[in-house]
């Protein structure tokens, strides 16, 4: 009897067709994903092949990608792409809570410490831009809006930019991060 009400339960329980419940798969093309790459000085290329070097071959289930330039500075991973550039100009904080200066970052937005990474998330209608606030050289990820959680997916390079990128001294930084 124990027995008899193992089985039933069990093919109450299971999926009709064990297929249906996987994701189906996003085609990822293998067309490079178009990036600039901006002329960096001796140093900071140095820094930022450290960093692509160490980038894993996938994120997640996100297959990385070609760029069409800046391989030594820049990946992606999936589609819609993921992009990761190294050397990218880093943002600055505003001076004062009044500043209007176009561009600076308030004084009161809350900066996301994730795994020892100090990051800044620009606000965004289609895409997500997260950019390092305690690095020497920054390193900005952009999200795409159909991904959930966008902060979650550039904290998947936090650990690369820890091994890979010096902290900014302590004074330097944005009081968030500290």
């Known amino acids: 009897m124990t027995l ?3 089985v039933v339960a069990f093919l109450t329980i299971m999926p009709d067709d064990p297929d249906k419940t996987e994701k189906a798969a ?37 297959p990385g990608r070609p760029v069409s330039a800046g391989p030594e500075q820049n990946a992606a991973y999936g589609e819609p792409a993921i992009t990761v550039s190294c ?53 900005r990820v952009t999200v795409p809006g159909t991904y959930e959680n966008p902060a979650q997916w550039a904290n998947e390079f936090s650990d690369t930019v820890v091994a890979t990128v010096k902290s900014k001294a302590i004074g330097s930084m944005p009081s968030g991060c500290e």
Do not use: F
């Not at 994903?33 to 996938?58: F, G, I, N, W």
């Not at 970052?105 to 990474?117: G, K």
């Not at 997260?130 to 390193?139: A, F, K, L, S």
């Open 4 to 6: 008899l009400v193992g």
């Open 26 to 62: 996003i085609p990822v093309p293998s067309t490079p994903v178009v990036m600039d790459a901006p002329k960096l000085d001796e140093q900071t290329a140095r820094v930022c092949l450290a960093v692509t070097s160490q980038l894993p071959e996938k994120i997640r289930d996100l």
């Open 87 to 139: 050397g990218v100009p880093q943002p600055v904080m505003c001076t004062t809570p009044e500043d209007t200066t176009p561009g600076c970052v308030a004084m009161d937005t809350e900066l996301l410490i994730m795994n020892n990474v100090c990051w800044y998330a620009a606000p965004g209608a289609d895409t997500a831009t997260i950019t390092t606030m305690d690095r020497e050289v920054p390193v």
